[in-house]
């Protein structure tokens, strides 16, 4: 692998918090060892360029970029354990900083207009979903993409438990990705979720004349420190939303969609009804 590449593309805050993480633990070990970004480089075998871009998170590092930097610091594997566990997320690069906050949220709100939830999805109707991207996913992506799906549920369950709410469109319970039988089994995977008791599922239903969710999914999430945060994706372009007002629009706007959805009983009747019926 070569020693340097080319840039990524990505500028300081809109990096991967992957990125900026490691670029800040490289610029405080480097500092406290009193080295200048030169010095480093040469110690390590990479332009002063890198280092600094490494340092500012405009460019991802590779283990090998890790081992040579740790070398040079002499921080007797420090850095490389860091990067270990952040570089060889299975998320893709994009949805990394949302996963390590949702993993972390105290409470959840989801509103799905097109797929169900990956929170709530089975391995099997996760695995037909990643198949249909385009472009195409090689085989050892999508089970990658699946397993870090799958990784994501162990929030249903953590300890101490978050609230989650999911507001589901109706037709994200009728369409049977997969095949009927991956359908079925997903079907009676959401009435399993539904009676746990931090997990409340609504149905929005298709002839609701009035739906105030027409601009599409959304996720509001409350960190452990109490402060709300929005998630909107589509197309594979995300954002985390922070700004006060906007988050409160979100806020605003699910609380209208979850009150014009079936309650939480009745979509579980109805969720019931669908798969006893496949």
Known sequence: MRHDS????????????SWRMLGAQQKALREKKGLTREE????????????????TAKRKPTLQYVESVDRALGTDGVLLTVAQELLESKHPEWFEEYALTEARARRLYSYSAHTIDGLLQTEEHARAVLSMNVPTLDVERVEELVSARLDRQKLLTR?????????????????????????????????????????SIQVMETN?????????????LETPEGTTLGYVEVQGV??????????????????????QALSPERSLDLIKAMAGAL
């Not at 995300?238 to 009150?259: A, C, F, H, K, M």
């Open 238 to 259: 995300n954002r985390i939303v922070t700004n006060p007002v906007w988050v409160g629009d979100l806020e605003q706007r699910y609380g209208i969609i979850r009150s």
């Open 40 to 55: 480093l480089g040469k110690r390590a075998g990479y332009s002063t360029g890198h280092v600094g871009e490494v340092e």
């Open 159 to 199: 300890k101490p438990q978050p609230t989650l709410s999911f507001v589901l469109e109706q037709v994200t319970l009728e369409r049977p990705i997969g095949g009927v039988e991956v359908h079925k089994r997903q079907l009676e995977h959401l009435i399993a979720c539904a009676e746990l008791r931090n997990v």
């Open 208 to 220: 609701v004349t009035s739906h105030v969710g027409l601009d599409g999914p959304m996720i509001l």
């Open 6 to 17: 080319a840039t990524s593309g990505y500028v300081g805050s809109n990096a991967p918090l």
